[in-house]
């Protein structure tokens, strides 16, 4: 179900009326319903996912629902870094009904369709990882039937169960099942977060990972190696970071908390380095859970890493 945007989410502490670089991002965005009439060429717009079914169905903790509106109001107040040629927009919410995730996602997937045909960068506030699935059917719908599609998820986890039903770990599978055109990248994978029929699964699908320990071992050298070798066989590449790939110190409010996870630092260096790759069309973020956090600080990370992708985006 659709949700317009809301006016009040949108609102912060106000610097200066006239003096742009005293701007916060919330005197800035533009709000619309995604039917109304386009009033810029090209920019990025904010669209939220309000789920987390697929969390449910998986059996983590729920919460992950109402990310979407807490990554606003974290973001309304940030100081506006972005050039002034910019320009962001916010269309409101998909909202997976009881427990229709699948029509959820197709919903999310013909909203994301249309943001590309527009000449937009989606940016997609999760919601469960469940996100990443409607994310993916808004770009292969986009792109020629043909072409060919690599996910970059930045994860402890591979989410390549086999179940019944789609959940959030499930969606990577569905997708190499499906898709012959596509492959995935996961990168901050946990060894104790894995069990070995999964390892197994990632390579019998032909899925490339880096575990978390070793990232920074050469300081990125690999790391970047693989992404650059990776965003080069895909005529197009789409990006989704799943806060559990996060040590728990820095974010708690997600549903399966990660002891050994990345520090933050890194997680904004990878993206920075992701965003900047030229054919990336769009990036999701996922699994914050603003019920199970402690002092807002996995929101206000999660705004923070957004600002980063938008700031480098094909820098």
């Keep these: 179900m659709y949700k317009e945007p809301e006016e009040h989410y949108w609102s912060g502490r106000i610097d200066d009326d006239i003096n742009r670089d005293a701007f916060r991002l919330h005197q800035v965005i533009l709000k619309r319903s995604q039917n ?3 009033d810029f060429e090209s920019g990025f717009t904010f ?5 987390d079914e697929g969390v449910r169905r998986n059996k983590g903790r729920i919460g992950a629902r109402k990310a979407p509106n807490a990554l606003r ?3 309304a107040s940030l100081p506006l870094q972005f050039h002034e040629e910019v320009k962001i927009e916010d269309v409101g919410n998909i909202a997976c009904e009881g427990n229709q995730l699948e029509a959820a996602q197709a919903e999310l997937g013909n909203a994301i369709q249309m943001l590309y045909q527009k000449g937009r960068t989606p940016i997609i506030f999760g919601g469960g990882h469940e996100t990443l699935y409607g994310h993916y059917l808004g770009a292969r719908k986009h792109v020629s039937h043909g072409a060919s599609i690599g996910i970059i998820n930045i994860d402890a986890h591979f989410d390549m169960r ?14 190499l099942e499906q898709d012959k055109h596509a492959g995935y ?3 901050g994978i946990q060894e104790f977060g894995n069990t070995k029929e999964l390892f197994k699964t990632a390579d019998d699908y032909n899925c490339e990972y880096i575990l978390e320990e070793d990232v920074t071992t050469d300081n990125y050298k690999n790391t970047f190696q693989q992404i650059d070798v990776f965003t080069k066989k895909y005529d197009h590449i789409i990006v989704t970071l799943c806060t559990d790939s996060i040590i ?3 974010a708690p409010g997600v549903s399966a908390p990660s002891p050994f996870g990345l520090e933050p ?3 904004r260096h990878l993206l920075r380095y992701i965003a900047a790759q030229n054919n990336v069309l769009s990036f999701d ?12 600080r996995t929101v206000k990370l999660g705004a923070y890493l957004v600002a980063e992708v938008i700031n480098h985006f094909h820098k």
């Design 36 to 38: 109304e009439p386009i």
């Design 47 to 51: 669209i939220g996912f309000e789920s």
């Design 73 to 75: 109001k974290a973001m």
């Design 162 to 175: 086999s179940e019944e039903k789609p959940t959030s770990g499930t969606m990577f599978k569905q997708i």
């Design 185 to 187: 990248l996961c990168i």
């Design 248 to 250: 728990a110190s820095a």
């Design 265 to 267: 630092k890194v997680v």
């Design 285 to 296: 973020i996922s699994e914050v859970n603003p019920d199970l956090d402690v002092d807002g």
